[in-house]
């Protein structure tokens, strides 16, 4: 049984408090008051996977819900719990063609203020049948910069066949990363595990007994629209996730297991598991249920043409740039090349980091990848999945485009970038310095890796010297695929002084442990 996690810290802003359980008390939106009697009509519509926020900034943001049914989706915000003068949001009506979900951007809003939120469901053929209001609650961003900033990030989530397990609490990691009251979540990729289905029940190395929560969707590999969105969905029936993301916005990247592991454009699979072996069309279809689950700003769940990759800015502190490794990567391969303009980010995506990166004028800059840049994560026997190969030399392959990033922020003197990443299933932080690299044009910099939030744990990943890493901590398992029942999760926290602007990473692990800390001054091209 996981131990309680720690309670907030003291002096932080006013956070949710009994709003969940208080919701059906609460006035119904003034559009549809009259509708108060039909509450004990039948078939009025639900909103039972909870509500969540995304991408908020210092005047915006994005409401998400689903309801079980074609419904219009209308959203009241107020200053106050109690909705004393609220301001109302039209939604969309929703239907089949987005799963039943929806968001509303929320626009206009007052910078470094909590603000609370309702989301009422209404038949959209008599407004009188209306579900009960769903509340939840966010802070959006500060607009001057002696306001503090914490925000957590972790990843792969639901993997390897460790699901809900009723017995140790459910996916507890999310109550104690909510108890710590953060900002925002980084989500880092891996939101879900479309290649990992579940069974009842899974025996442990030490006799006892994982029992997961099972659905239809996550009985086998994900490979139509209706099983993605399944496996989406999956986490939203676990009470600690939709308790979390009633308070805590996010700002949501993908990796490889939202499609199928390791997975790159244009592949054919050969896994015995899919009949569709097309991986460009599981991951259009993927990719269709990602955006209807996680608010996105730049990825509309409606079909039209949208990207995962983006800026979340945080005020004058804190701009996340949020990178797509997965869409735009080439083949993997041993990774030898001597000329590869297409690399992990792709072309187009690596000239749109540059120019946002020069751009930036906050204090900070967190490069949000979804998977390391100098651990060597292997794709079967000879090719790689990630950026390094093993070769500590000069950059080939993927290190390539990297190597030509690095320089750029060197030569234009970029302060303040920070990358931080997933997707290896154990916590760790590695410096980078030209004085042991093999490529040395670039200013050194930190990589910060956390996770797993709810999946396996692994042994670390070998160490790739061309960009001279230092491995200053780690916290790894020393076998593969250990079960939350064995080990802690880890998930990571970052606090910015409004007042200094000093960065300050945690490494932190379920159970209340911070493993390693990291403060990091501002206003300096490298650390």
């Not at 926020?53 to 943001?61: K, L, P």
């Not at 007052?110 to 802070?139: K, M, N, W």
């Not at 187009?348 to 004028?361: D, H, I, P, T, V």
């Amino acid at each position: 049984m996981p131990l309680s996690p720690p309670s907030p810290l003291p002096g932080r802003r006013s956070v949710l408090r009994g709003t969940l359980a208080a919701s059906a008390a609460l006035a119904l939106p003034s559009a549809v008051a009259a509708a108060a009697p039909a509450f004990a009509l039948s078939g009025r519509p639900r909103a039972q996977w909870g509500v969540q926020t995304g991408d908020v900034t210092t005047h915006s943001g994005l409401v998400w819900v689903r309801s079980d049914r074609p419904a219009r989706m209308i959203v009241e915000t107020s200053a106050t719990e109690s909705f004393r003068r609220p301001r109302r949001w039209h939604g969309p009506l929703l239907g089949a063609d987005t799963d039943f979900t929806g968001t509303v951007p929320l626009r206009g809003l007052p910078s470094g203020e909590q603000i609370h939120y309702r989301v009422t469901l209404a038949d959209p053929d008599d407004y009188r049948r209306t579900g009960e209001p769903v509340l939840g609650t966010f802070r959006t961003a500060p607009s001057k910069r002696r306001q503090d900033v914490r925000f957590l990030w972790s990843g792969d989530i639901v993997g390897q066949g460790w699901g809900i397990n009723p017995d140790i609490g459910g996916l507890y990691a999310y109550e104690e990363m909510r108890r710590r009251n953060p900002d925002f979540f980084l989500c880092s990729g891996d939101t879900i595990y479309a290649d990992g289905p579940l069974s009842a029940s899974v025996t442990l190395p030490d006799g006892r007994v994982w029992r997961n929560v099972t659905t239809e969707e996550k009985s086998k590999v994900a490979e139509t629209l209706a099983e993605y969105r399944g496996n989406f969905r999956y986490s939203l029936l676990d009470e600690n996730v939709r308790r979390f993301n009633a308070q805590v916005p996010t700002i949501t990247q993908w990796d490889d297991h939202e499609v199928v592991n390791n997975w790159y454009p244009g592949e054919i699979l050969t896994d015995a598991r899919y009949t569709v072996k097309d991986v460009d069309t599981l991951a259009s279809r993927a990719r269709k249920a990602f955006s209807e689950y996680f608010p996105i700003s730049t990825l509309p769940a409606t079909g039209e043409e949208g990207r995962v990759h983006r800026v979340v800015r945080h005020g004058p502190l804190l701009d996340v740039l949020v990178l797509d490794m997965r869409t735009f990567r080439n083949a993997n391969s041993p990774g030898r090349q001597t000329d590869d303009t297409t690399g992990i980010l792709g072309a187009e995506q690596l000239a749109w980091l540059k120019r946002e990166l020069a751009r930036s004028r906050a204090v900070w800059k967190v490069i949000a990848a979804d998977m390391p840049l100098g651990l060597v994560v292997p794709d079967g026997a000879t090719d790689i999945e990630a950026v390094a190969q093993g070769d500590p030399g000069a950059p080939l392959g993927r290190e390539l485009q990297i190597a030509e990033l690095l320089r750029f922020v060197k030569h234009r003197r970029i302060t303040g970038t920070v990358w931080l990443t997933a997707d290896v299933h154990y916590t760790s932080a590695q410096h980078y310095d030209p004085s042991r690299a093999a490529f040395k044009d670039f200013a050194p910099f930190w990589e910060f890796v956390s996770g797993p939030l709810a999946a396996g744990g692994f042994q670390a990943n070998a160490l790739d010297g061309t960009f001279g890493p230092d491995r200053v901590f780690v916290k790894a398992p020393t076998r593969a695929n250990v079960s939350p029942m064995e080990s802690p999760q880890y998930f990571g926290e970052v606090d910015i002084d409004g007042d200094s602007g000093e960065l300050t990473v945690r490494l932190r692990a379920t159970g209340g442990a911070v493993l390693f800390t990291k403060v990091l001054q501002p206003g300096r091209v490298g650390q």
